[in-house]
Structure formats: structure tokens, C-alpha cells
């Protein structure tokens, strides 16, 4: 872990004690929980952001990015809702295509292998 992503939460900590309305601010802890590779708990914080914001379109690309790391199919879900909350991001349509390309990569392999 990189000693910034740990100062990082420590200050957002703090700016939550002061103001536990701030979507913003979870935004970013859950960014830095991210970054540190720790998805539970930057899932937790994209959905209380999607809770206080409800059109933070980034918030739903973020948390598909931690659920995407996690193998649960609830991310394309939420690149869904950030396109249609931003429809020019591209992140929501990279993150889109990446499960699109492995469902299809998938579907291609599934009867190769049943041959084997």
C-alpha cells in the first residue's frame, strides 16, 4: 500500500467526521480504497456517494470497476446507469465492452471445451 493512499483516507475520514453530507468526499475515499485494492470498502463508500447523489455518474462507473475486480456481473449494471446518467463517458463504455468481450469469449469457449 502506498503511504498517500493512507494519508488520503485518513484525511477523508476526517472530512466525513466534519460533514457526513459531502457525496463528493466518499467518492474519493472510495477512490483511494480502490486504488489500495481494497473493494469492499470502496464499494461501501461509491454507494453511500450513489445514496447522498443519485446522478454521480462516476460513482456507478467506480463501483462497476470494483465489482468487475470481484467477478460480479451487478458491473454491468452500473455502466449501464453511468451511460445513461453521462452518455459521454467513455470510461462507462470501455467498462461496458470489457464484459461484453469476455460474455463473447466466453460463449465462443463454452463449446470448444464441452467438445473436449
Same mark, same amino acid.
Given at each position: ?7 488520503? %483516507? /485518513? !484525511?477523508?475520514?476526517?472530512? &466525513?467526521?466534519? @460533514? $457526513?453530507?459531502? #457525496?463528493?468526499?466518499?467518492y474519493n *475515499? =472510495? ?11 470502496? %464499494? /461501501? !463508500?461509491?454507494?453511500?456517494? &450513489?445514496?447522498? @447523489? $443519485?446522478?454521480? #455518474?462516476?460513482?456507478?462507473?467506480? *463501483? =462497476?470497476?470494483?465489482l ?49
Amino acid at each position: 500500500m502506498h503511504f498517500w493512499n493512507v494519508r488520503s %483516507i /485518513a !484525511d477523508y475520514d476526517e472530512a &466525513i467526521t466534519i @460533514d $457526513p453530507k459531502h #457525496a463528493s468526499t466518499y467518492y474519493n *475515499r =472510495g477512490t483511494a480504497w480502490f486504488n489500495k485494492g481494497d473493494d469492499e470498502h470502496a %464499494i /461501501a !463508500d461509491f454507494n453511500r456517494t &450513489i445514496s447522498l @447523489d $443519485p446522478g454521480f #455518474a462516476d460513482a456507478f462507473y467506480k *463501483r =462497476g470497476l470494483s465489482l468487475f475486480r470481484k467477478g460480479n456481473e451487478g458491473a454491468f449494471a452500473d455502466f449501464e446507469k453511468a451511460l445513461n446518467l453521462d452518455h459521454k463517458n467513455p470510461f462507462g463504455y470501455f467498462g461496458r465492452g470489457v464484459i461484453r468481450t469476455r460474455r463473447q469469449t466466453m460463449t465462443e469457449l463454452l463449446p470448444i471445451l464441452a467438445r473436449q
